[in-house]
């Protein structure tokens, strides 16, 4: 169930997602039960999703998961199945497996990079945002610390006026404290689209 999630929720919201999972869920009970399903059959039941790439590896993963057994238990396994991207292996790890691993979306770096002020736009910040996320993840119970941190960047620690005052690491907040929460993470200033200029020539015969 994390993992079939995990994978509708990629460049989706909860909102979303949610009637398709309960669908896929109640006709599909199992991994097993997914592998043997026609992928004609999946691809019609994931219509209106989108991204339908994920679709497809969706149904290769579980042919590939039914036909070993069971879930790689570990990252560098879970790295190997088909539609399995860094964010999703550390969020199927951390709440399906309980890894301290962190799992890093966009809501995760923007709680980051305000909790510590990193004024250093995305993409080049991500690999700091990683580290700093890591550092966060508790010993125990490292799943319900994931979920967590993605709640509070989709309730409170929005893109867009964030609810300092609700949040249980306001104290702390670095970039609360500078007044420049709201104003992160920055990105990077994109290319200017240069004008191009061409001739257009109209050719016409007496006839």
């Not at 989108?50 to 590939?64: D, E, F, P, S």
């Not at 691993?101 to 305000?114: H, L």
């Not at 007044?179 to 109209?202: E, F, M, N, S």
């Amino acid at each position: 169930l994390v993992w079939l999630s995990e994978i509708m929720l990629q460049q989706t919201t909860v909102a979303a997602v949610k009637d398709y999972f309960i669908k896929f869920v109640s006709r599909w009970p199992d991994i097993s039960a997914l592998a043997a399903a026609e992928r004609e059959d999946v691809m019609r039941a994931w219509a209106g999703l989108g991204y339908y790439a994920r679709a497809r590896n969706l149904h290769a993963c579980a042919q590939v998961v039914a036909a070993r057994g069971r879930f790689p238990d570990t990252i560098e396994g879970l790295l190997e199945l088909p539609g399995v991207g860094p964010y999703t292996a550390a969020a199927i790890g951390a709440i399906a497996f309980d890894f301290p691993v962190a799992a890093v979306d966009g809501n995760v770096e923007r709680v980051v990079s305000r909790m510590f002020a990193i004024e250093e736009p995305l993409p080049q910040s991500k690999p700091r945002i990683r580290e700093l996320a890591q550092g966060l993840v508790p010993s125990l119970r490292a799943g319900d610390f994931a979920q967590a941190m993605m709640d509070l960047g989709a309730t409170i620690c929005t893109p867009k006026a964030p609810a300092c005052g609700n949040c249980p690491w306001t104290e702390d907040c670095v970039g609360r404290a500078a007044g420049i929460a709201a104003t992160l993470p920055r990105k990077a200033t994109k290319k200017a689209i240069p004008t191009r200029r061409g001739y257009v020539y109209w050719l016409e015969r007496e006839d």
